[in-house]
């Protein structure tokens, strides 16, 4: 495949259908697509998820109408919307799917923030962007997607401005995991590898980014999970009405994986902040 990995062109199929586009709309709300950060086990997701956009933006202090962001893999948009209303931010969403563009742009016209949120189709393989465009590379749980997760750290250095903020979560593989316990994971989701906090770390380093902060949040990631899962059964007719059962029964086995993968200590998940060198 040319310079996109096979992993973008899986991802791009996988976000595009109408059953992922079905069950990811209903359960998140047509909002938000990452894992939450819970005040309790038994908070609904829309609100963690909320609360995860929040401490990240909270980790940005001079976010305001001068700041330019690009949120890479920005699913449905809720992020970019919370940026541009509650920050004044200027935000370009860059997301593979198209079928989540289209609600993004229609959200984005209904909010009033059309002049603040730009959504653009593409890969963060190869940002269309320009270089040193940005102040803030955002991103919530989309890197993991990559087949080429170096190359996408290549494009963030890019379009970073100089002392620009690199902020992002990603579900990643604990520092030590063992060699191979996640591969029922990794097929389901047509990937090779995760990455690891010392993976970003090192890579970051080598690209002369400074670390501002480094936040595991593990257990949320383990929270998140049994939550959607605990939601999809209580949903499962409905979803399934909408997503068919051949889909809502893949996802509720991936979803035990997923929580199954935490309670043993192979996943993790967290805030990393890093800056471009000035
Ligand atoms: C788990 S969702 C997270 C969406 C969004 N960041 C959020 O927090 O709601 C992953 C997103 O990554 C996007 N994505 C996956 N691979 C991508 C790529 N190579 N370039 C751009 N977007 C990508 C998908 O379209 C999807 O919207």
Request: hydrophobic share 40%.
């Amino acid at each position: 495949m040319s310079r996109r990995s096979r992993a973008v062109a899986e991802a791009e199929t996988y976000y595009d259908s109408a059953a992922a586009d079905a069950f990811y709309r209903n359960i998140w709300g047509g909002e938000d697509l990452h894992l939450g950060i819970y005040a309790r086990p038994d908070e609904d997701i829309g609100t963690a998820s909320r609360r995860t956009v929040d401490t990240m933006a909270g980790q940005l202090p001079d976010l305001g109408p001068k700041r330019t962001v690009i949120d890479l893999g920005s699913g449905y948009g809720g992020s970019a919307r919370v940026l541009a209303a509650q920050h004044r931010a200027r935000v370009t969403c860059l997301n593979l799917s198209e079928t989540q563009n289209e609600l993004n742009r229609a959200r984005n016209d209904a909010a009033g923030l059309s002049d603040l949120v730009t959504v653009v189709h593409g890969s963060f393989e190869d940002i269309p962007e320009p270089a040193a465009t940005f102040d803030v590379a955002w991103s919530q749980d989309a890197i993991l997607h990559s087949g080429n997760r170096t190359r996408v750290l290549d494009e963030v250095r890019r379009v970073l401005k100089p002392g620009g903020r690199f902020i992002f979560t990603d579900p990643m593989q604990a520092d030590d995991c063992p060699p191979g316990v996640l591969q029922p994971i990794l097929e389901r989701i047509h990937l090779d590898s995760f990455a690891s906090f010392s993976f970003y770390r090192e890579e970051l380093s080598k690209r002369g980014f400074t670390e501002i902060s480094v936040t595991p949040l593990t257990s949320h990631l383990r929270t998140h999970y049994a939550r959607v899962g605990e939601d999809l059964r209580a949903r499962y007719d409905e979803i399934v009405g909408l997503s068919g059962r051949d889909y809502v029964d893949a996802m509720l086995a991936g979803l035990a994986r997923w929580v199954d993968g935490a309670d043993k200590g192979y996943l993790t998940w967290g805030i990393l902040h890093f800056m471009k060198a000035a």
